[in-house]
């Protein structure tokens, strides 16, 4: 049974980090291309960061310079590292994993407010 658990979300002052994880199991982790999506209330879900077996990343502009997606195949997890958060970057988070088809994280909720 493929699992992708998300953890590290929470409450957080404009300009402050975060650090999402999201632990993966039940898929041979190295061959998936990982991501990260964000859900913001009355919105659609939005790519926020991927990167590929091979280590490549990509981002979205709104993102980046801001944001890091650093994956460790040795434990099987993939991150979201975020700095300089912005109101507008409030959002449900989902982890995803990509190779012969796509699985789902259940998401965490990043708030960013004073």
């Known amino acids: 049974q493929v699992q992708l658990v998300e953890s590290g979300g929470g409450l957080v002052q404009p300009g402050g980090s975060l650090r999402l994880s999201c632990a993966a199991s039940?898929?041979?982790?190295?061959?998936?291309?990982m991501g990260w999506y964000r859900q913001a209330p009355g919105k659609e879900r939005e790519l926020v960061a991927s990167i590929t077996l091979y280590g490549s990343t990509n981002y979205a502009d709104s993102v980046k310079g801001r944001f890091t997606i650093p994956r460790d195949n040795s434990k099987n997890t993939v991150y979201l590292q975020m700095d300089s958060l912005k109101p507008e970057d409030t959002a449900v988070y989902y982890c995803?994993?990509?190779?012969?088809?796509?699985?789902w994280g259940q998401g965490t909720q990043v708030t960013v407010s004073s």
């Open positions: 995803t994993a990509v190779y012969m088809g796509r699985y």
């Open positions: 039940g898929i041979t982790f190295s061959r998936y291309a």
